[in-house]
């Protein structure tokens, strides 16, 4: 195998990490490798489906199975895997499932800034 493969069954560390993600979701980076090959680097939305698995719209095609990694913060990354792919596009991108190796926690949404909460 490869160094940039990832095994197929995780490690008990990839297994044991938690992350917690808000229910409307979070703002994160995606980066991997296209159907053709080629590197990508997107920002997009990631919605926790389950304790698993989540879903995110991204432009290039992406092959099932492909591993790609998923950056929360400058200190937090997390690889997973493309479960399935939409067949249609959705406002000119492809729906994807991605399947975590650790473990998604799904928090309460995100309260609304200070600046946006109206006054009485």
Avoid: C
Avoid at 27 to 42: H, Q, S, Y
Avoid at 53 to 74: H, R, W, Y
Avoid at 99 to 107: L, N
Wanted: aromatic content about 6%.
């Amino acid at each position: 195998m490869s160094q940039d493969q990832k095994p197929e069954v995780p490690s008990p560390a990839d297994a044991k990490r938690v992350i917690t993600i808000p229910r409307d979701g979070v703002d994160v980076l995606v980066r991997g490798l296209t159907a053709t090959k080629m590197p990508f680097l997107e920002k997009q939305l990631l919605i926790p489906l389950d304790a698993h698995m989540a879903t995110i719209l991204v432009t290039p095609v992406i092959n099932p199975g492909t591993v790609v990694k998923i950056v929360f913060s400058d200190t937090v990354t997390e690889d997973a895997k493309v479960w399935s792919i939409s067949q249609t596009r959705q406002a000119s991108k492809w729906r994807i499932w991605v399947r975590f190796y650790g473990t998604i926690k799904i928090g309460d949404p995100n309260p609304a800034p200070l600046s946006q909460l109206k006054r009485e």
